[in-house]
Structure formats: C-alpha cells, structure tokens
C-alpha cells in the first residue's frame, strides 16, 4: 500500500512542498500565522533542508502511496541506543488512511535495524495538538515530560516530550 524512500538532495523541493501544505494546517488553529511563517522557515528553507540532508544530520524519509507523496519522517541518532523523530508529518488528504502509522512502524523498523538491541525513541510535539498526542500514544509513546523552550523572534514551543524503549 504504501512505500517508503530515503530522502535525498534532489527531494528538498518536495519536502518543501509537502510542509507548505501540511505544517500551516496542522496548526492552523495552534500558533499564528506570523508563528508559522517564520517556523516554516527556520525549519524548511531549501538551505536547512539541504544541509541536514547532505551532512545527514537528520534523516529525511518520504512515504508513497500509489507514486503520490503522502508523508515524511525525520529522525536523528543521538546516541547508540535513542532515537529522537523531529517530524512526522501526513498531507491532510491522507490523515486518519494509516500514512502515520506506516512511517511510524518504519522508523522503527529501521532504528531496528541499525541497533540490534534495547532502544528508545524519544519525540517532542505541540501540546495542543490533541490529533498527534492520541496518534503517538496508539503507538505506544508515553508522556515523560514537557518543555518550553524558546524558538527566537519571542517565539515559543510547548511541547510534551513521549518516549518509548523497544527490546529487541
């Protein structure tokens, strides 16, 4: 049903597009649009996007359904046995038709992969963003903490931090 494809320079533009859709949706009713846009930018300009991918700093992984982007993870290995996901985020069109769920399994599946033992996973996500907190702790994450931090322009993130440990 769905694919899962490592991303690479030649995907920024589309991971671009995806998060001019995805990210001013999802918090739409969250955090202002002044908020967004300057998010969107720390986060997503073709030169941050870029450089995390060519010095894989982050790993971007893009899902598929049918040839059609539906999806995007990234992730990053802080050390040998937590992972923490920065981002997984589905085009509205496909919320709630298992996108999430399949990039989430995949991402494990891959941490996995490159451990061979105990691991956990850690994330931080948006507070108020009800949909994502159920949808994580589906998957099993548990709420260990919460914090909020600074972002610049007087900006702030209140997040909740989840983890969970898988055993091999």
Known sequence: MYQ???AEI???EL???MAQEVFPYTYRNTLSQEQIKYMMEMMYSYEVLQKKIKTQSESYYIAFKENTPCGYLSFERLESDYFYIQKIYILPKYQ???CGSFL???AMEIFRNECNSTFKVGLNMNKENVNAL???QKQGMNIIGSRKHPIGNAYYMDDYILEI????
């Open 15 to 17: 991971i671009q597009t």
């Open 10 to 12: 030649t995907d920024v």
């Open 165 to 168: 440990e898988y055993d091999e």
């Open 104 to 106: 989430f399994k995949s």
């Open 134 to 136: 159920k949808f994580y």
């Open 96 to 98: 709630g038709a298992q």
């Open 4 to 6: 899962l494809k490592k």
